[in-house]
Structure formats: C-alpha cells, structure tokens
C-alpha cells in the first residue's frame, strides 16, 4: 500500500503560479505513471498531466504551455509546476498512481485562483 500526500495548494491571484508537490509513501519506480487530476465543484474529475517511467508526459489541452509535470524518483515525488492561472483552474487537485493492480490516490490539495 503506498500513501500519496500533495501539498502546494492555496489562493492565488490569476496569472500568478503554485507548485504541487506529491509525497509518497513508497517507491514511484513501481508505477506506471503518475499524474495529476482535479475536480472543480459541480464537475468530474479531470486529468491535467501524467508522467510515465519513461518520462513521457501528457497534458490536458487546457494546461498545455503553462504546467508542467516532473518526478523525482530518488525522493519518491511527483511536482506540478503551474503558470499562468486562470480562474477555471479553481478546483481540488489530486495525485494519482497508476499500476496493473490499480490505482491510488491522495486526499487533494485546494487551488483557487482569484481574478
């Protein structure tokens, strides 16, 4: 069982920046892919970003050219570096841990940005 922890979080004004950061309890190496997801309220939750063990990365079409993923595999950590936001990117953020056996998730970070 690994145990994911974000932090970063917090009230931002748009156009300003936050850095997630996602601790875990184990190695990375043994997943698949990490990632990055939020729920804004009265929405699903979304993917914003994934990081393979390769370090191929996906986006989201809305972050591209503004987040940026990044692991640290010596350290067991997943960052989320966001620039530039924009009120819709309001919402918990969550990390993930994709494997074979299943998935994993922490209990979310808050993000509100203000305009």
């Known amino acids: 069982q690994v145990r994911l922890v974000e932090s970063g979080g917090g009230l931002v004004q748009a156009g300003g920046s936050l850095r997630l950061s996602c601790a875990a309890s184990?190695?990375?190496?043994?997943?698949?892919?990490m990632g990055w997801y939020r729920q804004a309220p009265g929405k699903q939750r979304e993917l914003v970003a994934s990081?393979?063990?390769?370090?191929?990365?996906n986006y989201a079409d809305a972050v591209k050219g503004r987040f940026t993923i990044s692991r640290d595999n010596a350290k067991n950590m997943v960052y989320l570096q966001m620039n530039s936001l924009k009120p819709e990117d309001t919402a918990v953020y969550y990390c993930?841990?994709?494997?074979?056996?299943?998935?994993?998730w922490g209990q979310g970070t808050q993000v509100t940005v203000s305009s």
């Open positions: 990081i393979t063990t390769g370090d191929n990365t």
């Open positions: 993930n841990a994709k494997s074979n056996w299943g998935d994993y």
């Open positions: 184990g190695s990375i190496r043994i997943f698949a892919a």
